[in-house]
C-alpha cells in the first residue's frame, strides 16, 4: 500500500472520528449577540506605565530614637493609622511638668476670683479696731500733754512733743488698717484678675505645644495605600525632617502614557479607552481619560495623558502595581468603519483575544468556532474587533467559558446588536 493511500484512509478516520466526537459533545446553553458595524474613531496604542493615584514621602516631624516600626514594606495601611513611633520620655516629662505649671496658675486665679475667706476679713477688722483704739487713746495723750504744755506749763516741751507725734502717728495707722480692711473686703481688682487669667491662657498655650509636638513623635498615614519604602528602622536615629516611609494609594490607579503633541487634540476628557497590561495578558482593562498635561516634554515633544482605572484585589494584593508595563488604545483622529463587538463575547488567554462565533452544523444544528481577533478602540461596552471575521456574524456573549471548538449550542436568548457610544462621548463602564 503506498504512502499516499494510507494518509488518506489516516485523514477520512480522522474526519470520521472528528464528527463522531462532535455529535457525542452536548449542546451548550448559551446567550449570543449579532455584531455590530458603525463608524469610530481612529485609534493608536501607546505604551505606558502604571502609576499609583497618589504618593508621599513621610517624614519625621521632630528629631529622636525610632522606638516602635508598625508595618514592613508591602502592608496596607490606613488613613491616620500609626506607621511608626519615636521615643516620648523626654517630651513626657515636659508636659507633666507643665501642666503643673498650669495647675499653679488655676489655683492662683481661683484665689483671685473667690476673694478674701471671712475670717481673714474678720481679723482685718480686728487690726483696724485695735488701730481706732491706740489711735483714740494717744489723741486724748496729746490734748492732755497739751493743756499741761501750753495752759499749766506743767508739762516739757519733748512730752508734749512726743505726744503729737504719737498721736499723728496712730491717726495714720489707723488710716492705713481701714484701706486695708476696705481692700479685703472688696478683694483683688479686675486688674489682677486679668493678669492671673493672662498667666493661665500662656501656661495653656504652653501645653497645647507640648502635646502637639507629642502627636508629631507618631508617624500616620494620611491616606490609605501601601508600604512601598522603608528608610529606616527601630532603633535608628531620626532626624527633624527624615525620610521615614513611602506610602502609595493603589485603590484607583493612573496609567501615565506620553502622546505626540498631533494626536493630543483628538483626545477628549473623559473618553472610555482600553487598557492592556503586559504582566497581565488575560484581562483586558478600562479607564477613563482624567488629565492631558499641558506641559510638553519639549525634547519629545509629547504630552503625558493620564488614564484612571479602578484597581482590583486578588488575594488580599492589588492586581495593578505600580511601575507596571501597560498599552493604552487612544483616539488620534479621523475616523473608520469598524466591527464592534460586546465585550463578553471575548475569550482571553496567553495574552491573545478570540470569539466564538455560531455556525452551521450536521441535521440543521449550530456548532460554534473559535476565531482570533485584534482589539481596537473601545465604544462603550462595545470594542472593536480586528480579523476574519464578517460584520453580520453573531458571537457568544454568555457560556463562552467552557465551550469547546465544533462543540453543538443551544440558544437560550438572542440579543439584537445595539448601537454603541462613540468613544469620544462614552461614560466609563
Excluded at 50 to 59: C, D, E, F, K, L
Excluded at 251 to 271: K, N, Q, S, W
Aim: aromatic letters at 4%; glycine letters at 6%.
Amino acid at each position: 500500500m503506498s504512502r499516499l493511500v494510507i494518509l488518506s484512509v489516516l485523514f477520512a478516520l480522522a474526519g470520521a472520528a472528528s464528527a463522531q466526537a462532535q455529535k457525542a459533545m452536548p449542546a451548550a446553553p448559551v446567550v449570543i449577540e449579532s455584531l455590530h458595524e458603525e463608524e469610530v474613531s481612529s485609534s493608536q496604542a501607546f505604551v505606558a506605565t502604571v502609576m499609583p493615584r497618589r504618593q508621599a514621602v513621610i517624614g519625621s516631624a521632630v528629631a529622636g530614637r525610632v522606638s516602635e516600626f508598625y508595618f514592613d514594606e508591602g502592608d496596607a495601611v490606613k488613613e491616620g493609622e500609626p506607621i511608626a513611633q519615636i521615643l516620648t520620655e523626654t517630651i513626657n516629662l515636659q508636659i507633666a511638668a507643665a501642666k503643673a505649671e498650669l495647675e499653679l496658675r488655676k489655683a492662683e486665679l481661683a484665689e483671685l476670683k473667690n476673694g478674701n475667706r471671712a475670717e481673714e476679713i474678720a481679723q482685718s477688722n480686728a487690726e483696724m479696731m485695735s488701730a481706732k483704739a491706740r489711735m483714740d487713746y494717744l489723741i486724748a495723750r496729746r490734748n492732755r500733754t497739751t493743756d499741761l504744755y501750753e495752759t499749766r506749763r506743767v508739762s516739757s516741751k519733748e512730752e508734749y512733743d512726743e505726744a503729737v507725734s504719737a498721736a499723728e502717728a496712730a491717726i495714720e495707722a489707723y488710716k492705713a488698717s481701714e484701706a486695708h480692711h476696705q481692700m479685703m473686703v472688696k478683694g483683688a481688682r479686675d486688674e489682677k484678675i486679668a493678669q492671673a487669667q493672662a498667666r493661665v491662657n500662656v501656661q495653656e498655650a504652653v501645653v497645647g505645644e507640648l502635646e502637639d509636638r507629642l502627636k508629631k513623635y507618631t508617624i500616620r498615614s494620611r491616606f490609605n495605600g501601601y508600604i512601598s519604602r522603608k528608610h529606616t528602622d527601630v532603633g535608628s536615629w531620626a532626624e527633624q525632617g527624615a525620610d521615614m516611609v513611602d506610602v502609595v494609594e493603589l485603590d484607583e490607579v493612573d496609567v501615565t502614557a506620553y502622546v505626540a503633541e498631533h494626536h493630543v487634540p483628538y483626545i477628549p476628557m473623559g473618553a472610555t479607552v482600553r487598557v492592556e497590561i503586559s504582566a497581565i495578558p488575560d484581562k483586558i482593562f478600562t479607564g477613563t481619560v482624567v488629565a492631558i498635561v499641558p506641559q510638553a516634554d519639549v525634547r519629545t515633544r509629547t504630552f503625558p495623558v493620564k488614564v484612571r482605572l479602578t484597581n482590583e484585589m486578588e488575594n488580599g494584593v492589588p492586581l495593578l502595581k505600580a511601575g507596571m508595563l501597560a498599552r493604552v488604545q487612544l483616539p488620534t483622529g479621523g475616523t473608520k468603519q469598524a466591527i464592534l463587538c460586546p465585550k463578553d463575547a471575548l475569550v482571553l488567554g496567553a495574552g491573545k483575544a478570540s470569539v466564538f462565533v455560531t455556525a452551521p452544523g450536521p441535521d440543521n444544528s449550530l456548532i460554534v468556532q473559535l476565531v482570533p481577533v485584534q482589539l481596537g478602540i473601545t465604544s462603550g461596552n462595545k470594542i472593536e474587533i480586528l480579523g476574519s471575521i464578517s460584520p453580520d456574524s453573531k458571537v457568544v456573549t454568555l457560556g463562552n467559558e467552557r465551550l469547546r471548538p465544533g462543540q453543538p449550542i443551544r440558544v437560550l436568548e438572542e440579543k439584537e446588536a445595539a448601537a454603541a457610544p462613540t468613544s469620544t462621548s462614552s461614560s466609563p463602564r
